[in-house]
């Protein structure tokens, strides 16, 4: 501990209020000298590398290449993927994976390779090791897109856990995606990024990493293809970028580099190979289906921390009825339960809580519960006494249970990364699901504990069972989420097998998408803000996590009504659509912000129930392929440049690009258009991409454009699914699919194919099958013919 932190603590006290603040300073020093006992000094290391290539064992799939002072575990796997693993590392046991590892491909084979090398040739992928160590990814055209220079182990004299750095190199032209949720990206701009979640103390903005959610998981688009790469590892790391640059002509370039340095744990990586929808097919196939949310769960949520009683919620209800404004979901923060212990409610304050809930329920309003993971530490707390008898608590090196202070005072933490933790844990949402709620919100789990000093989280000497495996924190913060979210999802299944679960987490890791997706966490009021929220959307939609979206009007302070309808706007086309704020901020009701505030997000809201038919296609199209619903532009078009560094615009799906306003005084904006037709939604007007236009953007909308023969399934006035198609362009044809969600249990609906042409001077829309085409028998509009 130093001087700086000495006077943190002394802030701690006055900051949180007095016993508060000394149970922090109390509990980061306990965490510091738990720390000082438990962990065991790095002393002198030992640097290795492979060394010369001395023999090979061929295996199916791929084989297992020896190293004078390490060995090379390859594989291809059946459904593309290609496995490498240093010092004869497997797959297995992984918590990304959903079903481990999947079966190798026979067809692939360790051969030959010039040079002493050796290669394995795929449908989708070749990998080349070098006599070195040396490993190259390349199309099957052979064309290089990544090549990974022999690694670098430190290794403890003494024994222990060692370091590694993994060197890459891309093309010249090459641009980096994901690592989680990065609120600077969704491009990774030059610079090095921490693979450790965490609270960030307070609102962020586009400069603050690392946040709530972390993954050793890259896209990587250049010219020559597209591939992602997932480096399974779950200890801190970081991740150094930097884009290359194409010089003046032939031999000119400067490749583009990635560095992975990692504390700890195996040196072990996946790749994907092919267009992005293929590559993120491939990724949801390894590490398991986006969860299908309920149809509710994609309309309209509002939240506050500070609702304070059942009256103060009914109040917005009844503001939203009277303005005859859509609402499909209500979230309740800490301020609902019992001195903020978790599993419980204040009786005072919402003193009929189930009957409550059914009230709202009869108005088409569910109601969603925050759950937070620590346990307040006191016996006579049921959850924490029920969790002493299951021994489900975090215990530090010396067999103690680790407690931290959060919310309702000194607490515990289950361990989520043992498997009787986690089947208690998913029994305590039975009391939930009694109170009346139909969803649940997983926060502060990264995990955190209020410090006075030093990082907010447990001890990294604290122990875990990591599924009997044994470790510390260090191996096990940054699964913490994605094990808590099981957790829930499973018990929430196990509770309600007809009903699926709607979970979202603050925090998680690769594969979290299983479980339900997350939100953007506490975003800061203004306009860097609104446009981080957007970022993190995109990029969390290229790890896997396809249902995420942000605090509309941003966690802290009073946003201005036009950042607030912006906000509102560009909410409305993402996944996860909610208004939230922290206690003491501005209120987020649409109302609270003039009368031409509230008309212009009326038009939003009833668009957004307009498309929700859309975006139930768009959720089971995510479940069965693992494509976003927001993409970014480049996405059909991964070759064209203009696009890859276009983040001010979105794809919702195949037909609609969406171009919000991020800026104050936006009235027209520019717009990068994919090739093809599109067309302005509001007028009707044509526009040829690929390239460059102006459009409209006025207070009361933001551009969306249809691309031209798309068929869009819409909620007609009805209330029933209707067709929406776009003209095709002159001689060419069009289509799209629909999915109508058959409610919100299990039941596998059908996937329709819809066409469209011109045929006569008139465009015909039909519905593919089995048989072949024939008329719809939902009722079609036709639009675009203006254009």
């Given at each position: 501990?130093?001087g700086?932190?000495?006077?943190?603590?002394v802030?701690?006290v006055?900051?949180?209020?007095?016993?508060?603040?000394?149970?922090?300073?109390?509990?980061s020093?306990?965490?510091?000298?738990?720390?000082?006992?438990?962990?065991?000094?790095?002393?002198?290391?030992?640097?290795?590398?492979?060394?010369?290539?001395?023999?090979?064992e061929?295996?199916?799939?791929?084989?297992?290449?020896?190293?004078?002072?390490?060995?090379?575990?390859?594989?291809v796997?059946?459904?593309?993927?290609?496995?490498?693993?240093?010092?004869?590392?497997?797959?297995?046991?992984s918590?990304a994976?959903?079903?481990?590892?999947?079966?190798?491909?026979?067809?692939?084979?360790?051969?030959?390779?010039?040079?002493?090398?050796?290669?394995?040739?795929?449908?989708?992928?070749?990998?080349?090791?070098?006599?070195?160590?040396?490993?190259?990814?390349?199309?099957?055209?052979?064309?290089?897109?990544?090549?990974?220079?022999?690694?670098?182990?430190?290794?403890?004299?003494?024994?222990?856990?060692?370091r590694?750095?993994?060197?890459?190199?891309?093309?010249?032209?090459?641009?980096?995606?994901g690592?989680?949720?990065?609120?600077?990206?969704?491009?990774?701009?030059?610079?090095?990024?921490?693979?450790?979640?965490?609270?960030?103390?307070?609102?962020?903005?586009?400069?603050?990493?690392?946040?709530?959610?972390?993954?050793?998981?890259?896209?990587?688009?250049?010219?020559?293809?597209t591939?992602?790469?997932?480096?399974?590892?779950?200890w801190e790391?970081?991740?150094?970028?930097?884009e290359?640059?194409?010089?003046?002509g032939?031999?000119?370039?400067?490749?583009?580099?990635?560095?992975?340095?990692m504390?700890?744990?195996?040196l072990?990586?996946?790749?994907?190979?092919?267009?992005?929808?293929?590559?993120?097919?491939?990724?949801?196939?390894?590490?398991?289906?986006?969860?299908?949310?309920?149809?509710?769960?994609?309309?309209?949520?509002?939240?506050?921390?500070?609702?304070?009683?059942?009256?103060?919620?009914r109040?917005?209800?009844?503001?939203?009825?009277?303005?005859?404004?859509?609402?499909?979901?209500?979230?309740?923060?800490?301020?609902?339960?019992d001195?903020?212990?978790v599993?419980?409610?204040?009786?005072?304050?919402?003193?009929?809580?189930?009957?409550?809930?059914?009230?709202?329920?009869?108005?088409?309003i569910r109601?969603v519960?925050?759950?937070?993971?620590?346990?307040?530490?006191?016996?006579?707390?049921p959850?924490?006494d029920?969790?002493?008898?299951?021994?489900?608590?975090?215990?530090?090196?010396?067999?103690?249970?680790?407690r931290?202070?959060?919310?309702?005072?000194?607490?515990?933490?289950?361990?989520?990364?043992?498997p009787?933790?986690?089947?208690?844990?998913g029994g305590?949402?039975?009391?939930?699901?009694?109170?009346?709620?139909?969803?649940?919100?997983?926060?502060?789990?990264?995990?955190?504990?209020?410090?006075?000093?030093?990082?907010?989280?447990?001890?990294?000497?604290?122990?875990?069972?990591?599924?009997?495996?044994?470790?510390?924190?260090?191996?096990?913060?940054?699964?913490?989420?994605?094990?808590?979210?099981?957790?829930?999802?499973?018990?929430?299944?196990?509770?309600?097998?007809?009903?699926?679960?709607?979970?979202?987490?603050?925090?998680?890791?690769?594969?979290?998408?299983?479980?339900?997706?997350?939100?953007?966490?506490?975003?800061?009021?203004?306009?860097?803000?609104?446009?981080?929220?957007?970022?993190?959307?995109?990029?969390?939609?290229?790890?896997?996590?396809?249902?995420?979206?942000?605090?509309?009007?941003?966690?802290?302070?009073?946003?201005?009504?036009?950042?607030?309808?912006?906000?509102f706007?560009?909410?409305?086309y993402?996944?996860l659509?909610?208004?939230?704020?922290?206690?003491?901020?501005?209120?987020?009701?649409?109302?609270?912000?003039g009368?031409?505030?509230?008309?212009?997000?009326r038009?939003?809201?009833?668009e957004?129930?307009?498309?929700?038919?859309?975006?139930?296609?768009?959720a089971?199209?995510?479940r069965?392929?693992g494509?976003?619903?927001?993409?970014?532009?480049?996405?059909?078009?991964?070759?064209?440049?203009?696009?890859?560094?276009?983040?001010d615009?979105?794809?919702?799906?195949?037909?609609?690009?969406?171009?919000?306003?991020?800026?104050?005084?936006?009235?027209?904006?520019?717009v990068?258009?994919?090739?093809?037709?599109?067309?302005?939604?509001?007028?009707?007007?044509?526009?040829?991409?690929?390239?460059?236009?102006?459009?409209?953007?006025?207070?009361?909308?933001?551009?969306?454009?249809?691309?031209?023969g798309?068929?869009?399934?819409?909620?007609?006035?009805?209330?029933?699914?209707?067709?929406?198609?776009?003209?095709?362009?002159?001689g060419r044809?069009?289509?799209?699919?629909?999915v109508?969600d058959?409610?919100?249990?299990?039941?596998q609906?059908?996937?329709?194919?819809?066409?469209?042409?011109?045929n006569?001077?008139?465009?015909v829309?039909?519905?593919?099958g089995?048989?072949?085409?024939g008329?719809?028998?939902?009722?079609?509009?036709?639009?675009?013919?203006?254009?």
């Amino acid at each position: 501990m130093n001087g700086r932190d000495l006077v943190r603590s002394v802030k701690a006290v006055g900051m949180v209020g007095t016993a508060q603040g000394l149970r922090t300073v109390r509990s980061s020093w306990r965490r510091w000298r738990t720390d000082a006992a438990g962990l065991t000094p790095r002393g002198p290391e030992r640097a290795r590398v492979p060394g010369p290539v001395t023999g090979v064992e061929p295996e199916p799939g791929g084989g297992v290449v020896r190293f004078a002072r390490s060995e090379l575990r390859v594989r291809v796997t059946a459904g593309g993927a290609v496995f490498w693993g240093w010092d004869g590392t497997g797959p297995d046991p992984s918590y990304a994976l959903a079903c481990g590892s999947p079966e190798p491909d026979p067809r692939a084979v360790l051969e030959p390779d010039k040079e002493g090398g050796w290669r394995v040739v795929s449908e989708r992928a070749t990998v080349v090791v070098s006599r070195h160590g040396a490993v190259e990814l390349r199309t099957p055209g052979g064309m290089m897109l990544r090549r990974d220079l022999p690694p670098r182990w430190w290794e403890p004299v003494d024994g222990g856990a060692a370091r590694w750095v993994q060197r890459s190199e891309v093309t010249a032209d090459a641009r980096f995606f994901g690592l989680g949720g990065r609120a600077g990206g969704p491009r990774l701009r030059n610079g090095t990024y921490r693979l450790w979640n965490t609270d960030p103390g307070g609102a962020f903005g586009p400069g603050d990493d690392p946040l709530y959610i972390t993954m050793p998981v890259q896209m990587v688009v250049a010219d020559a293809g597209t591939h992602l790469v997932f480096h399974d590892n779950t200890w801190e790391g970081e991740v150094s970028v930097h884009e290359g640059k194409e010089g003046a002509g032939s031999g000119h370039d400067r490749t583009g580099s990635c560095e992975v340095r990692m504390d700890g744990g195996p040196l072990r990586c996946w790749a994907m190979v092919g267009t992005p929808a293929r590559v993120l097919h491939t990724w949801a196939s390894l590490t398991g289906p986006p969860a299908l949310p309920p149809s509710w769960a994609l309309g309209h949520h509002h939240a506050r921390w500070g609702f304070g009683s059942e009256q103060e919620v009914r109040r917005i209800v009844a503001g939203y009825q009277e303005r005859g404004l859509p609402l499909d979901a209500v979230h309740l923060d800490i301020d609902h339960y019992d001195a903020h212990q978790v599993f419980t409610v204040d009786k005072e304050r919402f003193p009929k809580l189930p009957q409550f809930a059914d009230e709202l329920r009869r108005d088409g309003i569910r109601l969603v519960s925050i759950v937070d993971p620590a346990v307040k530490a006191a016996s006579g707390v049921p959850v924490y006494d029920s969790g002493v008898s299951a021994d489900a608590f975090v215990r530090d090196a010396a067999g103690r249970t680790v407690r931290g202070v959060v919310w309702p005072g000194e607490a515990v933490y289950p361990d989520f990364t043992d498997p009787r933790a986690r089947e208690w844990w998913g029994g305590l949402y039975e009391e939930r699901l009694e109170q009346g709620f139909s969803g649940f919100w997983h926060d502060m789990n990264e995990p955190v504990s209020f410090a006075a000093f030093g990082e907010a989280t447990l001890p990294r000497s604290a122990r875990h069972s990591l599924e009997g495996g044994g470790g510390d924190h260090r191996e096990a913060h940054n699964v913490y989420g994605l094990a808590m979210a099981r957790a829930g999802y499973e018990g929430l299944r196990e509770l309600h097998p007809e009903e699926r679960p709607f979970l979202f987490s603050r925090s998680g890791w690769a594969g979290m998408q299983r479980y339900g997706g997350t939100w953007s966490g506490d975003v800061s009021t203004g306009w860097p803000g609104l446009r981080a929220s957007l970022s993190l959307v995109l990029g969390l939609g290229l790890c896997g996590v396809p249902y995420s979206g942000p605090d509309v009007g941003g966690f802290d302070g009073s946003p201005s009504p036009e950042l607030y309808l912006r906000w509102f706007q560009l909410g409305s086309y993402l996944p996860l659509f909610r208004t939230h704020a922290a206690m003491g901020a501005g209120r987020r009701e649409p109302w609270e912000f003039g009368a031409d505030v509230l008309e212009h997000a009326r038009v939003a809201l009833t668009e957004r129930r307009r498309l929700l038919p859309y975006f139930m296609t768009l959720a089971h199209l995510a479940r069965r392929t693992g494509a976003p619903y927001v993409r970014p532009l480049w996405w059909g078009s991964p070759e064209d440049r203009a696009l890859r560094d276009c983040e001010d615009a979105f794809l919702l799906g195949d037909s609609l690009l969406v171009a919000p306003a991020l800026e104050s005084g936006v009235e027209r904006r520019s717009v990068r258009l994919p090739r093809g037709r599109w067309y302005d939604t509001a007028t009707g007007k044509a526009y040829e991409g690929p390239g460059q236009v102006w459009v409209d953007a006025p207070l009361s909308r933001v551009p969306v454009l249809a691309r031209a023969g798309t068929v869009l399934p819409v909620r007609g006035c009805d209330g029933g699914l209707e067709l929406e198609a776009w003209a095709p362009a002159q001689g060419r044809t069009g289509g799209g699919l629909v999915v109508a969600d058959a409610g919100d249990g299990w039941a596998q609906p059908e996937l329709e194919r819809y066409t469209t042409r011109w045929n006569e001077g008139r465009v015909v829309v039909e519905r593919e099958g089995d048989e072949g085409s024939g008329a719809p028998e939902r009722p079609v509009g036709v639009r675009g013919l203006a254009g």
